[in-house]
T-cell receptor
Framework: NAGVTQTPKFQVLKTGQSMTLQCAQD?????MSWYRQDPGMGLRLIHY???????DQGEVPNGYNVSRSTTEDFPLRLLSAAPSQTSVYFC?????????????FGPGTRLTVT | GDSVTQMEGPVTLSEEAFLTINCTYT??????LFWYVQYPGEGLQLLLK?????DKGSNKGFEATYRKETTSFHLEKGSVQVSDSAVYFC?????????????FGKGTTLSVSS
């Protein structure tokens, strides 16, 4: 199993450009999430999905769109990039583990918006 | 709202020193508690977890006990190594949200010197 994969690893955008961050998992997990990590802020939830065709907003959803057409893929779209979206983005998938859940993280995408 | 507070770093120790990283939480339900570790340039990895009061999670010499009376989940290790240098995140998950919403502390950077 490759686990959770993310592409690209690094990206530089100009303000106003759009792009899609890719995330895929091969563990057949139903639940997937996107987080952003900023210095001194920990990780904050952007959007999440509880299964194909079902998504919902997290703590910081503004400026981002998601869709979930398959179990494996959960892309994150930036429609019009802003400098405030400069961050490291992590995708995670979740498995049931007994009475709780465990999240598995991808390696991250470092995005800079100029 | 639900939140996690962990001690601010950086924490600087010599090899073989004792480590404690404090973590307290606020939650309306009965959360599962986690410690994640992030090595430089990598994603987050689950270090240990506890799902109910008085549970002790342990892994790689690290331990943490779920204390409901003090709403705490402090991370400890008896003898740290240089390879333990990383950022450590305390997190909680409210089980009824089906694992989709991990709430993270801001992270504590540990630096161990030989």
């Amino acid at each position: 199993n490759a686990g959770v994969t993310q592409t690209p690893k690094f990206q530089v955008l100009k303000t106003g450009q759009s792009m899609t961050l890719q995330c895929a998992q091969d563990m057949n997990h139903e639940y997937m999430s996107w987080y952003r990590q900023d210095p001194g802020m920990g990780l904050r939830l952007i959007h999440y999905s509880v299964g194909a065709g079902i998504t919902d907003q997290g703590e910081v959803p503004n400026g981002y769109n998601v869709s979930r057409s398959t179990t494996e893929d959960f892309p994150l779209r930036l429609l019009s990039a802003a400098p405030s979206q400069t961050s490291v983005y992590f995708c995670a998938s979740t498995r049931r583990a007994g009475s709780s859940y465990e999240q598995y993280f991808g390696p991250g995408t470092r995005l800079t918006v100029t | 709202g639900d939140s996690v507070t962990q001690m601010e770093g950086p924490v600087t120790l010599s090899e073989e020193a004792f480590l404690t990283i404090n973590c307290t939480y606020t939650a309306t339900g009965y959360p599962s508690l986690f410690w994640y570790v992030q090595y430089p340039g990598e994603g987050l990895q689950l270090l240990l977890k506890a799902t109910k009061a008085d549970d002790k999670g342990s892994n790689k010499g690290f331990e943490a006990t779920y204390r409901k009376e003090t709403t705490s989940f402090h991370l400890e290790k008896g003898s740290v190594q240089v390879s333990d240098s990383a950022v450590y995140f305390c997190a909680l998950n409210l089980n009824y949200q089906a694992g989709t919403a991990l709430i993270f502390g801001k992270g504590t950077t540990l630096s161990v010197s030989s």
